[in-house]
């Protein structure tokens, strides 16, 4: 019986995804790129419409491997990532999976959660190549080349060994080094504010208050001096202070859309002192599977490198009849909170959320281990909120 292979790039990936196929549907893993420029030359063609010369990665044996799992099979699934990375790589795969003796036919599929339902949607509507995203992927990477081995050898003999130029670092240090510029162009002023602490009679309560304007005109202390007379005469025993009178002012607060990538790494950073690298790697692994006792490892989050905050109809009204059930029907907005993305956001894949809301941060404290819960526990709340 011809078998149909499946090809993801990492082996975690593969085991979670090899849970909801049968036994007709071979899961392989790439191990990320298999081939890539060549690394001790330039490997762009720059006078040929810099066409970028290509060379097999390290990963032969991977495949190797990969070719004869293709010999066996009718139709290869290319289920790399649905980003430009991913594009690429199942561009390259198709590329020298498709020179054999055996035709294959090839098929696109892609998913933003690892779940059973996303890949059998997936399987029932294949798709093709993105070349646009391919073509993409492609400049970036040349990009990325030219200015690297171009550039760097002129910081060397400027500033020394060692030294390195890049699309984007170089961009972000010219950035930072004006920042820096006008940090120590800064001519710091004296100032001086008035504070004062007020017990009231009754009821009785402190306040802390701070001097903000004198006969309706808003108060800028430049003078030690001028600022140490107000002071006196605050603290005359023969000035009266009273409550002018009080006034209360409703607040809303609206909560905070779901994360995206950067936002993830921000709160992550914020709140649980997680760098950039950990954060993502800690996502990766709550995306590709981790057992939690269903009988093999399960994705818990949506892919971790997006930047809408979209979420799809059926993840909202699961979490909304969540919070009904759980915290009541109060809790519940009349109509859904809708956000909207930046204008630049590509708005191909969803916000990071749990793949089910029902899996609380609590119900996973067995299985998860403790950087994985916190994370876990900052995406759900951020969600579900």
Not at 16 to 43: N, Q, W
């Amino acid at each position: 019986m011809p078998q149909s292979l499946v090809i993801v790039e990492s082996p975690a990936k593969a085991r979670t995804i090899s849970r909801f196929l049968g036994p007709s549907m071979d899961v392989k893993a790439s191990m990320g790129h298999v081939r890539d420029l060549a690394e001790r030359k330039l490997s762009v063609d720059i006078k040929n419409n810099f066409t970028p010369e290509y060379e097999i990665s390290d990963k032969r044996n991977v495949l190797k491997t990969l070719k004869e799992s293709a010999a066996h099979a009718d139709d290869i699934y290319l289920a790399t990532d649905p980003d430009r990375e991913g594009e690429a790589i199942a561009w390259h795969l198709k590329t020298l999976l498709e020179g054999g003796k055996k035709k294959h036919n090839f098929h696109r599929i892609t998913f933003h959660e690892i779940t059973r339902n996303a890949i059998n949607n997936s399987l029932k509507k294949p798709g093709q190549i993105n070349e646009n995203l391919v073509n993409s992927q492609q400049a970036r990477r040349v990009l990325d080349r030219i200015v690297g081995y171009m550039a760097s050898p002129l910081l060397w003999t400027a500033v020394g060994k060692g030294t390195s130029a890049g699309r984007v670092q170089t961009v972000a240090l010219r950035l930072i080094v004006e920042r820096e510029r006008e940090i120590q162009a800064f001519k710091p002023e004296e100032y001086w504010n008035l504070d004062a602490i007020f017990t009231t009679e009754s009821p009785k309560v402190t306040l802390k208050t701070r001097l903000a304007k004198i006969n309706g005109c808003k108060l800028h202390l430049r003078d030690g001096k001028l600022a140490g007379a107000f002071a006196d005469a605050i603290q005359d025993a023969a000035t009266t202070h009273k409550v002018a009178r009080v006034t209360s002012t409703p607040r809303l607060q609206h909560p905070a859309a779901p994360f995206i990538t950067s936002t993830l790494q921000q709160a992550a950073g914020s709140f649980l002192k997680f760098g950039t690298k950990q954060t993502m790697d800690i996502a990766q692994n709550l995306y590709e599977g981790i057992d939690i006792g269903e009988g093999g490892p399960s994705g818990l989050i949506t892919y971790m490198r997006t930047d809408s905050v979209n979420i799809a109809k059926e993840a909202q009204d699961q979490a909304r009849a969540f919070i009904s059930q759980t915290y009541g029907p109060a809790y519940v907005p009349a109509k859904p909170n809708v956000y909207r993305s930046r204008q630049t956001a590509q708005e191909a894949h969803e916000a990071i959320r749990p793949t089910d809301v029902t899996r609380t941060p609590d119900s996973l404290v067995q299985y998860l281990e403790p950087q994985q819960l916190k994370l876990y526990r900052l995406i759900w709340n951020r969600f579900v909120a």
